[in-house]
């Protein structure tokens, strides 16, 4: 069956961000737009048709991955499990290898030009957290969690799962094996709803009496 016009053009969004991410990751700002082109398969004109500029290009980039780390978040379940899955997700993508090189292209973005690479974080990690904090309240509302600054506790959250991740990163050693993470989640999201239980949740009871 022949694809949509519409289909057409998102599967060329998505090579140009693919191809994107890759020349950034090996070069920085220094990647061309026409390299880009090159690498995705598509006419520079039809890299200008979909973003104006690099900073475009890395906004989008982080966007998208803001969207698949908060997906657990807009799923139904109860606040351990939403927690371990958003957990899990956020670290299998810090800590796989085809993932490190990003960090390390923003990296070498933030010396050429901070402005993009406030930008970045803007799009992307400060996003997450925000979507983090507001489902935080929303939970505290609902009477789930007890949360008194979830732009806090979003960001606390962020380093309770993640511990050296973006230093390992950064630096190329080793990262959290893979056979690891699951349980790694499980953990993160059990201290942290302990933590933020209720004061007259079960959880918190035995957070008092241990």
Avoid at 9 to 31: H, N
Avoid at 72 to 78: E, F, H, K, N, V
Avoid at 131 to 160: H, K, N
């Amino acid at each position: 069956m022949a694809r949509r016009r519409g289909q057409v053009d998102e599967k060329k969004s998505e090579a140009i961000l693919d191809a994107a991410a890759a020349l950034f990751a090996d070069k920085g700002l220094q990647a061309k737009m026409d390299e880009i082109a090159k690498l995705a398969g598509v006419s520079k004109q039809t890299v200008y048709n979909r973003f104006a500029s690099k900073l475009e290009i890395a906004q989008a980039l982080a966007a998208k991955r803001v969207e698949d780390i908060v997906a657990p978040l807009r799923t139904a379940g109860d606040p351990q499990t939403v927690l371990e899955t958003l957990a899990l997700t956020l670290l299998n993508r810090v800590c796989s290898a085809d993932k490190v090189g990003s960090m390390r292209g923003v990296a070498l973005i933030s010396t050429e030009a901070p402005e993009i690479a406030h930008a970045i974080y803007e799009a992307g990690p400060k996003r997450s957290l925000r979507e983090m904090a507001a489902w935080l309240a929303e939970q505290t509302r609902l009477g789930r969690l007890e949360v008194a600054d979830p732009e806090q506790a979003a960001e606390m959250f962020s380093g309770l799962v993640l511990g050296h991740g973006h230093l390992r990163a950064m630096l190329d050693v080793p990262q959290l094996a893979p056979e690891k993470r699951a349980a790694r989640a499980r953990e993160a999201a059990r201290i942290f709803v302990v933590a933020h239980a209720p004061k007259s949740s079960p959880a918190s009871s035995l957070q008092a009496t241990s």
